[in-house]
């Protein structure tokens, strides 16, 4: 299932908990309100990940900073790659 797919089952989830009938106008809201949460998740579980590697390996410095680029770029392309689902 992909981004949009679940933005899109989530929004339907929260409408239907709510007991509102969102027109199509106020789901492309609420779809695109969740898809950022998913990406800005994404981006803090990133930088979580890069912090940890800079603590596991801190004692080689040159492979946790490789590390971490690896990460960072990762998150970008699939930041870049979610956003252009939209």
């Known amino acids: 299932m992909n ?12 409408c239907q ?17 969740i898809e950022q949460a998913m990406i800005d998740a994404i981006g803090e579980a990133s930088k979580h990940s890069g912090e940890a590697v800079m603590r ?10 490789k590390l971490r680029q690896e990460v960072e770029n990762a998150n970008r392309a699939l930041i870049a790659n ?4 939209r």
């Open 56 to 65: 596991c390996c801190s004692p080689d410095l040159d492979i946790a900073h």
């Open 17 to 33: 908990a709510l007991e509102v009938d969102a027109d199509a106008k106020q789901s492309d809201i609420v779809i695109c309100i």
């Open 3 to 14: 981004m949009r797919e679940r933005a899109n089952e989530a929004a339907r989830a929260a």
């Open 82 to 85: 979610l956003s252009g689902m």
